[in-house]
């Protein structure tokens, strides 16, 4: 794990324009920060798509066509604290629906914590936690030969470029069956002025988020980042539909690394990019969707009409 983040963060601070991968943001640390920014009043994400798993939980369940007594496999990508789900699996489970919760993350951290309060609150669920990278994980999803529910809830697919994402996607149709579904949480485009606080809070947790990467190579790799010298730098492309992070150094700096040997430099306003998050419409998922094996067979979205669960059919 520590040669695979340290090969990574070389990779990313060689490039000319430099990047750190966003996956890497998720420690203890980062996984307390990102509950924190779920409860923001900037962070309309999480609200929206909750009000759609707790107003139109009979519509998912339909739309996931399966039968009272044929069992599947609820698996959910990136679960993270699991907080939306959780009135899916109650659901589910006082439906009497047969069924195992596999819950995907690159956090063991996230994913003990999980096990911890659905054993609290959900004891009658079954929950078969997977912890990796769930990039590495899809081939082993055909392992099994029972039918599929796939959720990829919280916008997750927009840390990826539309080209990650289509060859994601069609990786995992390749190693779904036919009817599988998945079900994907997209946060809709929409003007600057409701994305980018978003990204870019009052009270400054995401800042936080973003400046605990530099916290954990220093931790974790032996690095000499001084997280003081460098800023939160958000930005968000309206006409695209793309918002990304950057960490922006306000000074020129060296930072050495032990886990990679090297030093690397900084000018006065070089920014790395830490993270992406890219804004659908049915146009943009359209496109993505071109060459998999998804199609769309329902989409949920909130009143507001600023987040969207599509469910998708495996083909
Ligand atoms: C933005 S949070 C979203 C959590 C949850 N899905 C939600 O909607 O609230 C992203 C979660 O995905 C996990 N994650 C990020 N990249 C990952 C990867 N490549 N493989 C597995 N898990 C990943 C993180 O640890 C974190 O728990």
């Known amino acids: ?11 990313g601070l060689s490039k000319a324009e430099k990047t750190l991968p966003s996956k890497y943001f998720y420690d ?18 999480t609200r929206c798509e909750m009000e759609i798993f707790t107003t139109q ?6 739309s996931f066509q399966a039968h009272k007594n044929d069992y599947f496999e609820l698996i959910e990508l ?23 919760y596999l819950p995907v993350d690159i956090s063991q951290n996230a994913l003990d914590q999980l096990q911890q309060s659905l054993q609290r609150h959900l004891p009658q669920v079954s929950v078969v936690p997977k912890h990796g990278d769930y990039f590495d994980m899809l081939g082993s999803v055909k392992d ?16 990826m470029t539309d080209p990650e994402a289509s060859e994601f996607l069609y990786q995992l149709g390749a190693n779904l069956s036919k009817g599988d579904k998945l079900l994907l949480g997209t946060d809709l485009i929409k003007p600057a002025d409701v994305v980018l606080p978003a990204y870019n809070d009052d009270s400054g947790i995401t800042s936080s988020f973003n400046i605990n990467l530099l916290h954990r190579m220093n931790a974790e790799l032996g690095a000499t980042f001084d997280p003081d010298g460098f800023v939160h730098a ?4 309206e006409n695209e539909g793309i918002a990304k992070s950057y960490l922006l150094s306000n000074k020129v700096q060296s930072v050495e690394i032990a886990a990679t040997g090297k030093t690397y430099n900084f000018q ?8 992406i998050s890219r804004k659908y419409d049915d146009q943009v998922l359209a496109k993505i969707l071109a060459k998999t094996d998804f199609s769309i067979s329902a989409k ?6 600023y987040f969207a669960d599509y469910l998708l059919n495996r083909n």
């Open 300 to 305: 949920f979205t909130d009143k507001k009409n």
């Open 78 to 100: 990136g679960a993270g604290d699991g907080s939306k789900t959780r009135t899916l699996l109650e659901a589910l489970s006082k439906k009497d629906y047969q069924f195992d």
């Open 28 to 45: 203890k640390n980062g996984d307390e920060l990102f509950v924190e920014i779920m409860k923001m009043p900037e962070y309309y994400l």
């Open 268 to 275: 006065a306003g070089e920014k790395i990019h830490t993270e």
């Open 57 to 62: 939980t009979d519509e998912l369940i339909a």
């Open 144 to 159: 099994s030969h029972h039918p599929k529910i796939v959720l990829f809830l919280g916008s997750n697919i927009g840390n």
């Open 1 to 11: 794990m520590i040669e695979q983040f340290a090969k990574n963060v070389d990779a």
């Open 234 to 237: 958000p930005e968000y492309n």
